[in-house]
């Protein structure tokens, strides 16, 4: 029962990774922009969260500094795409490859660097529960935050004026610019919202899930994460959802492994985007039911 429990609690931090990329990337499509450069931005946000860390022993600069690595190169992207018009999946494609390229380049001398030791993390009596409390209360904050980021999300795409205002915008940008709404900076600071959670992301797996700097330690999870997105219907408890059923399947094929089953690590390497592909198939079978849940202009470029 034990090893169950260890396997929950390790699906929980393997899927917060996802997750927050995940709802991060969602903001972007809710208001009509496709970003394809999640990988590169979780790639920088990463080297720049460890180095942040590395010289001040601070986790939550750490993470502030992958937030604004995130929102940073977001905010390059969102201009060429939103105000140049560049194609937005080129575009995106180009920050991934960026990302990966400089991420390399920045973080050499951080290869062999080790970060201060961690606390252990617990809930007061909840997380002295026999395994329940193994499992579920004693992880990082960061993945409570991310549950109530998801919460809260939904709170503000469904129940405010300005969710609305950034469906809409997503919905029919041509409707929201002739009522007055500024499409173009709502789409960019929708983009630089995502960017920087999907740095957050990306500082959160080098300096707590995997406490290291190793050269594309992302290993494809932003193109799960973005995956994710469709996966969910664009919305976000299902992301959430998905997001651990993600990392609980990764998981689970290690969990075999040390358990004996062999399996060949080339295998391992490309579960991320084997599930990638199974998903995007499974999901586009039913093309209208996505048509239903998908922003109507998603991908579309605005100019006025």
Not at 234 to 241: N, S
Request: proline content about 4%; aromatic content about 12%; charged content about 10%.
């Amino acid at each position: 029962m034990e090893a169950y429990a260890l396997l929950i609690a390790a699906t929980l931090n393997a899927g917060t990774v996802l997750a927050i990329a995940a709802l991060g990337l969602l903001i972007n499509e809710k208001a009509g922009v496709v970003n394809l450069g999640a990988e590169g931005m979780m790639l920088c946000a990463a080297i720049a969260g460890f180095a942040t860390v590395v010289h001040t022993g601070n986790v939550w600069l750490g993470f502030l500094a992958g937030m604004a690595a995130g929102a940073f190169l977001a905010a390059l992207f969102g201009g060429l795409v939103i105000w140049l018009g560049t194609n937005q999946y080129a575009t995106g494609l180009a920050l991934t490859l960026f990302g990966t390229g400089f991420s390399a380049f920045a973080g050499i001398k951080y290869v062999q660097e080790k970060l201060p030791e961690q606390t252990q993390n617990s809930i007061p009596v909840l997380g002295d529960i026999p395994l329940i409390g193994q499992a579920l209360f004693r992880h990082h904050p960061m993945v409570y935050i991310t549950i109530g980021l998801m919460f809260g999300l939904i709170w503000f795409l469904y129940r405010t004026r300005a969710g609305l205002v950034l469906r809409s915008v997503g919905e029919s940008p041509e409707s929201a610019h002739a009522l007055g709404y500024p499409v173009r900076r709502i789409r960019l600071w929708a983009v630089m919202a995502g960017g920087a959670l999907c740095g957050l992301s990306g500082a959160y797996l080098a300096t707590i899930y995997t406490p290291l700097w190793v050269e594309g330690m992302v290993s494809g999870k932003g193109w799960i994460a973005l995956a994710l997105t469709t996966f969910a219907t664009w919305r976000p408890a299902r992301v959430l959802l998905g997001a651990y059923l993600f990392g609980g399947f990764t998981l689970f094929q290690l969990h075999l492994q040390g358990a004996g089953v062999e399996i060949p690590s080339q295998f391992l390497s490309m579960m991320p985007y084997i599930i990638t592909i199974v998903v995007l198939v499974l999901i586009s079978r039913n093309a209208a039911f996505i048509r239903i849940n998908m922003p109507a202009s998603l991908g579309k470029p605005f100019s006025t």
